[in-house]
């Protein structure tokens, strides 16, 4: 007797192959910007169980090459702390961290100025020289990226703004499939079509399983074992180990909860990507039985409910839902990469207030960063992201050693600021040991110092009516001009905009030390903002200015950040 496909299973089959698609390509879109994998959250170069592209680079020359440019970016206020560390054969480590103290990126050697000074490293594996390291130009964390073509990724190319919007999106859609088959599933007492009720199975799914093997089709009315086991598999454990792995990947989460979850972001993503090829390995070998059992028969069950129902009917039905899933993504794709903004904002309705319900509405507490601190260390390696300033302004503060440099507070508040960074640190500080999660995938733990962001509201009073409080800096993004790195950038300076209940959380600091030691301009010196509750690119370096606001509409380009604006990132909130 054959086995039933009642209308809702039907359905099911037809919405979960488009939005377990789009996950796929959107996935691969998203790995693209960071592909290597990790077991540990330190994430140090040459410690991937996985790294994809890159083959022009090694590993160990990624370290060497860091260590040689941020020997040119601050390493020390006079010439003898350099010397002493090259007479110890000791290099300079990523953003100046293994120096005492630091001298202006203004100064001769500087390759955020521009400079071509050469450079060597010295290391466990040798020297690298100039033309092996390129020192001229600092090595940042995207020069990993892989971006991948749009012929397999969703939407391809370096948009990884957009391929977690269609990444979510596609999540929200199969969640909601798949928990609407399975509530029906029980409902409509048709579980033990997938559930196992005996041992037996496993016996009579090996002898399924052999039978394959000599090409060969094994009877059962019905699912047979193999099948059933297999179903069962990929919804009752496959399906929740993604789903588990996914949420465990949000900033928000290890921030209210590092005891249980502080060190397993780098694991729970290889597992999530391991599971996403046992997802494609699947879909092919489902794919490949059920032509073996007889593709236009199978399709009739799919899609018409009834093996004796029109096998040509079938097909064409068949072809029109393939085609219109290719059809959906050929427009994703297109939509994405030809029209960003309207493709973002489309994609947020419904997505983006649902995942600020899910991870923002957490309370932060003082107790949670501690807890986080107790049991953190700074990672031996953190990596850079984003290239210095290399505008007028910025170099004669940092050939000041910063010392002129101010911190503006202003906007709807009652008392305007303008602290130097003497005035900053009289004020009370903390210090916290937290991890560092990049959009791209990549992670590190580091020791920050500074003053919450608290503090400065407490004492510039903004009005009752404030949602927003926007971080202005000195880095006009340089890298991003076309005409050139000193000719101006038509998108703006750098700034984001943080909710004010983030803001005002215990973890969120205007940070002037790491690990121990002053700020590093690679990590943004003098002053740069950290949340430990969001993602990396909310945490603006350079900052100069703090600005209160009702709303962000009127700020750069009204969506909430300078990467939200220019690379499509998300509004608002960057708690996953």
């Known amino acids: 007797m054959a086995l039933e496909f009642p209308l809702w299973l039907r359905l099911a089959h037809v919405f979960n192959l488009l939005f377990t698609t789009l996950l796929i390509r959107s996935g691969l879109g998203i790995v693209g910007a960071h592909p290597r994998f990790y077991w540990n959250d330190d994430a140090i170069p040459g410690t991937e169980w996985l790294r994809a592209g890159d083959e022009t680079r090694s590993t160990d020359v990624d370290l060497e090459r860091i260590d040689a440019d941020d020997t040119e970016e601050r390493a020390g206020r006079d010439e003898g702390v350099v010397a002493d560390a090259e007479a110890s054969g000791k290099g300079v480590t990523d953003g100046g961290l293994g120096t005492e103290s630091a001298t202006p990126a203004g100064a001769t050697g500087n390759s955020a100025a521009g400079a071509e000074t050469s450079v060597s490293a010295e290391t466990s594996t040798g020297t690298v020289t100039e033309s092996e390291a390129d020192t001229g130009d600092l090595w940042t964390a995207e020069d990993e990226a892989e971006p991948y073509s749009p012929w397999i990724a969703l939407p391809g190319r370096d948009s990884l703004g957009l391929a977690r919007h269609w990444h979510f999106w596609g999540a929200a859609g199969w969640l909601l499939t798949g928990l609407i088959y399975v509530v029906l599933l029980f409902g409509t007492g048709q579980w033990d079509r997938l559930v196992p009720t005996s041992w037996g199975i496993f016996p009579q799914a090996w002898d399924a399983f052999v039978t394959y093997l000599t090409l060969d089709i094994p009877g ?200 130097s960074i003497e005035e900053l640190q009289e004020l009370p500080r903390r210090s916290q040991t937290t991890r560092h999660d990049c959009i791209q995938g990549w992670t590190y733990f580091a020791q920050w110092g500074g003053v919450p962001i608290a503090e400065i509201v407490d004492r510039c009073e903004p009005a009752a009516d404030v949602e927003w409080v926007v971080f202005h800096t000195l880095d006009e993004k340089w890298e991003y001009s076309e005409e050139g790195p000193q000719e101006p950038v038509e998108n703006g300076y750098y700034y984001e905009a943080i909710a004010m209940d983030k803001a005002t959380e215990p973890g969120t600091i205007i940070a002037d030390e790491m690990n121990g030691e002053e700020l590093p301009i690679a990590f943004g010196a003098p002053l740069r903002l950290r949340i430990r509750s969001q993602l990396g690119y909310k945490m603006a370096k350079w900052v100069t200015r703090i600005e209160f606001v009702e709303d962000v509409e009127h700020v750069g380009q009204g969506q909430g950040g300078w990467r939200d604006d220019v690379l499509d990132y998300f509004p608002s909130s960057a708690d996953i």
């Open 220 to 419: 059962a009315a019905g699912y047979n074992a193999l099948q059933k086991l297999s179903y069962f598999a990929m919804v009752f454990v496959l399906s929740p180990l993604m789903i588990v792995t996914g949420v465990l990947q949000a900033p928000a989460v290890r921030a209210h909860f590092p005891e249980r979850f502080g060190h397993l972001r780098q694991r729970v993503r290889s597992v999530h990507f391991l599971g996403t090829i046992v997802f494609v390995a699947f879909i092919l070998v489902h794919v490949g039985l059920v032509v073996a059992h007889g593709f236009a028969e199978e399709m009739a069950k799919v899609l018409l409910g009834s093996p004796e129902a029109s096998e040509a009917l079938a097909l064409w039905l068949t072809a029109a839902w393939i085609g219109g899933v290719i059809a959906i993504h050929a427009v994703g794709n297109w939509a994405s990469l030809n029209r960003p903004r309207v493709t973002k904002r489309i994609l947020e309705v419904g997505v983006d207030p649902l995942l600020k319900a899910l991870f923002h509405h957490h309370n932060e507490s003082v107790e949670t960063v501690d807890a986080e601190s107790d049991g953190a260390e700074p990672s031996a390696f953190a990596r850079v992201n984003g290239k210095p300033p290399r505008n007028e302004e910025y170099r004669e503060h940092a050939a000041e050693n910063f010392a002129n440099w101010t911190l503006a507070v202003d906007g709807l508040v009652e008392n305007e600021l303008e602290l």
